[in-house]
């Protein structure tokens, strides 16, 4: 698995943890469509998180069709989202750092052509 797949599959399990811990009740097709990704990979996330013991499945309680389940996150599935979280914002911070020194270079370019063009 290449970084980018690695960082792909992190960032989706980030948030379907974060998804179905505001929502434990959603259904693998409500989480598919909040996820933007297909049933089939939401089932796949899913199954990766339940075998990690970060999400555990449950029947509803008193459910006459006992066809529908909530996904409710494990005490190390909240520790690990909390870790995961943390981690996915230091990687923004240092890309948005990386983003304000490349825009800071690019003005100090243009900058002396703009005003020897008169503009």
């Known amino acids: 698995m290449t970084n980018t797949t690695a960082s792909l599959d992190e960032a989706l399990a980030l948030r379907a943890l974060q998804a179905l811990e505001t929502d434990p009740n959603l259904s693998q097709r409500a989480l598919a469509r909040e996820l933007g990704v297909s049933l089939g990979k939401t089932n796949y996330c899913l199954r990766a998180l339940m075998d990690k013991g970060l999400v555990k499945l449950q029947n509803f309680q008193h ?5 529908r389940y909530a996904y409710l996150l494990t005490p190390q ?3 690990e989202k909390t870790r995961m979280t943390w981690q996915f914002l ?3 911070e240092a890309e948005y750092e990386a983003l304000q020194a490349e825009i800071a270079e690019l003005r100090r370019r243009v900058t002396p052509d703009a005003q020897a063009q008169g503009r």
Not at 63 to 67: I, S, T, V
């Open 63 to 67: 459910n006459p069709r006992k066809m």
């Open 77 to 79: 599935g909240i520790e």
């Open 90 to 92: 230091r990687r923004k």
